[in-house]
């Protein structure tokens, strides 16, 4: 991208959208569409698989370290008739550059403003704990080896193997499992509003 934006090239592709700053301080005229949709899932490592419902805010306090047990309350309130087990909370997260972190990232900083303060969005957060695998696969890896673990990864990834994956709250308070259809479903609402000065992800749109 930085080719692109000195005119070396006329097309380039990127894991993370241009900001207003990088995109006036160009030297040529820049526009970006975004070509691609992937969705980025919340994979752990629970005796059982059970199926869990995470909203952003648990999965920001999750990985700020405030929540350290799967038998916390927060975890129990949002999945009733599921039992959880007395485990620490191991966190797992990408190595910095990653376009993984930026949306997981992303998605945290904007349904918990302390998450925003004190790690924030970027391809490389600032985390405050975790181990830290390179690759999707690692990711996996490293999950299904670690009992009580919890990573995020693409849902491909995620599809391939025997992890478990949970189930995300979406803005109108319904917990959507990543498949097909849902990210369509994400897909479709937010097409219509797609130009070439995107810029920003709105995660809480319908799907």
Known sequence: MKQVSEGCGDFGGGEVPLTREQTRSAKVTLGQIPTVLVGIVPIYNLAGGP????????????????????????????????????????????????????????????????????IGKS?????????????????VEKVAATAGAIGYVEVDFARRSDIGYGKVQNAAG??????????????????????????????????
């Not at 370290?65 to 927060?74: A, E, L, T, V």
């Not at 992800?201 to 319908?206: E, F, H, K, S, V």
């Open 51 to 118: 199926e869990l419902n995470f909203s952003g805010e648990l999965l920001a306090n999750i990985f700020l370290g405030n929540i350290k047990s799967w038998k916390d309350p927060r975890i129990a309130k949002l999945n009733p008739g599921i039992t959880l087990p007395d485990l620490p909370i191991a966190i797992v997260h990408r190595t910095p550059g990653k376009g993984s972190n930026y949306i997981f990232s992303d998605f945290l900083s904007k349904t918990s403003s302390e998450f925003r303060s004190k």
């Open 174 to 207: 319904h917990f959507i499992k990543a498949t097909s259809a849902s990210i369509a479903a994400a897909c479709a609402a937010v097409e219509e509003s797609i130009s070439c000065r995107f810029r920003n992800i709105d995660y809480l749109r319908p799907g």
């Open 123 to 139: 391809p490389s957060p600032k985390w405050r704990l975790g181990a830290d695998p390179n690759r999707g696969e690692d990711m």
